[in-house]
């Protein structure tokens, strides 16, 4: 890997395949295509990310509530495109113009500086989704980087600080309370950890843990619609053991300084609130003169080419692929975002050998929600699992993700660094 200024790029390099966003769609592209490549296919790799490293989103939960350092959930490309043919430029996308081949990267708003491609493959992800709902935007807490998860870590310590000191039992109780909105995975993850979290600092400061609120609220009937039946079921009854209150079926319409106001006049003390409500794509996409969806993310043909284009591929939550089973767009996942990445480096080889792409066949094999760090509902090849071994799972496509990026000497030091996380 080196790191470049964009204006020393060569402009007349034949082959440069730019990759926009080095999460886990970009980072895969990247890696894969360096890796399969020769130096006959005469391909140059550039990567353009702001953030010197990739924030590993899917393990967020682990920061979160204060298991894991925030490092935990940042791969540094320094550290995992070692060795490996890759440029680098710390930029941000600004301009994509189709009929020139050409990027431009730099601040918003402004002209920036030009990068030619041969190839252009866009993987900027997605941004979370507040709705309009008064007081919201002020007050929640997104879970969408590692600043993120340290604004949470940071905001239940203060609370409970502050909290502990209380000596009216109602005004405590009010006091020591969090509540997640929204009920997938994201918001299930979160609760977990925290509900396992919070009982102990809870007794180390003398206080019965009974006297906590903590509250998942979701505006449908139910918790993690993707999974069957039989695993919301489980997962309810975990959650409702941790001490977690379930409101389900009634939408947020109000936030203030202390409270989450549901419909029905129902009141949740929410001194602290995190938001997991949904998120959508990367909102810089709808400018760059590409076909977008009504959500915004950008189209995709049955070959991950952003429709109307014969040089642009979109990958990941940003991009709209149908999937042809049953014409549904795929979901914002990382195992999505993987796959989808790993078939575009393959047909841009392709490319570059004469070879035309193939159209891509999504696949998923499984999916683990963790309830708490050390236990968890999902399947994988039809076959509901749940407890430890769910989590066993989830961490094992932790560790494959770790030797597909990097290598058996970073998944190695990083499940080391795992298996030391506090459960
Ligand atoms: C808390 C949480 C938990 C999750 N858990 C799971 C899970 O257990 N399993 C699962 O499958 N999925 C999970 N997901 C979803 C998963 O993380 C996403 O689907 C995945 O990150 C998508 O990968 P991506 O590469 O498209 O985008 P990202 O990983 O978001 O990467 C996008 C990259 O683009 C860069 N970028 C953005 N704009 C620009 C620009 N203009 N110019 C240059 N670069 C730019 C960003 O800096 C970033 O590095 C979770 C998500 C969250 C938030």
Redesign the pocket.
């Known amino acids: 890997m080196e790191s470049v200024d964009p204006l020393l790029l060569d402009p007349r390099h034949p082959r440069r395949v730019v990759v926009?966003?080095?999460?886990?769609?970009?980072?895969?592209f990247a890696v894969t295509l360096a890796n399969r490549m020769r130096a006959t296919d005469g391909i140059e790799i550039v990567l353009?990310?702001?953030?010197p490293y990739?924030?590993?989103?899917?393990?967020?939960?682990l920061v979160?509530a204060g298991t894991a350092r925030p490092q935990f959930a940042e791969l540094w490309y320094a550290d995992v495109l070692r060795g490996l043919p890759i440029k680098v430029v710390h930029?941000?996308?600004?301009q994509v113009l189709p009929d020139l081949n050409v990027i431009r990267?730099g601040p918003r708003g402004e002209s920036g500086t030009t990068i030619p491609y041969w190839r252009l493959v866009i993987?900027?992800?997605?941004i979370?989704t507040i709705p309009p709902v008064p007081g919201l935007a002020d007050r929640a807490i997104t879970?969408?980087s590692v600043d993120d998860a340290l604004k949470l870590q940071h905001a239940i310590e203060a609370q409970f600080r502050y909290a502990v000191t209380l000596t009216d039992p109602a005004a405590l109780r009010r006091a020591l309370a969090v509540t997640v909105v929204g009920g997938g995975?994201?918001g299930v993850?979160?609760i977990g950890t925290i509900a396992k979290r919070l009982p102990p600092m809870i007794r180390r400061a003398g206080h019965d843990p009974s006297e906590l609120t903590m509250t998942l609220i979701e505006a449908r009937p139910d918790i993690l619609y993707d999974l069957p039946e039989v695993q919301r079921e489980r997962a309810r009854k975990r959650l409702e053991k941790l001490g977690v209150r379930l409101q389900l079926g009634r939408k947020l319409v109000a936030v203030d300084e202390t409270t989450a106001h549901l419909e029905g006049g129902v009141d949740v003390p929410s001194p602290v609130l995190v938001w997991?409500g949904g998120?959508h794509a990367?909102p810089?996409a709808i400018s760059w003169q590409l076909m977008c969806d009504v959500s915004g993310r950008l189209v995709c043909d049955p070959t991950l080419k952003a429709t109307g284009t014969d040089a642009i591929y979109a990958?990941?939550?940003?991009?709209a692929f149908r999937d042809p089973k049953d014409s549904r767009v795929l979901p914002?996942?990382?195992?999505?975002?993987i796959r989808e990445?790993e078939h575009a480096a393959d047909s841009v080889l392709g490319e570059a050998r004469g070879v035309a792409p193939k159209p891509f066949v999504p696949n998923m094999h499984g999916?683990?929600?963790s309830v708490g760090p050390g236990w968890g509902v999902g399947w994988m090849f039809g076959i509901n699992v749940s407890g430890w071994f769910a989590i066993v799972m989830?961490r094992i496509?932790y560790i494959m993700y770790w030797i597909q990026v990097g290598s058996f000497r970073l998944a190695w030091k990083r499940t080391v660094q795992m298996l030391r996380l506090r459960r």
């Open positions: 926009v966003g080095g999460g886990y769609a970009g980072l895969t353009v990310d702001p953030r990739q924030q590993a989103l899917s393990e967020l939960d979160a930029d941000r996308l600004e990267v993987a900027t992800g997605a979370p879970m969408w995975a994201t993850e979160i997991c998120a990367d810089d990958v990941g939550d940003v991009a914002m996942l990382a195992q999505f975002a990445a999916e683990f929600v989830k496509t």
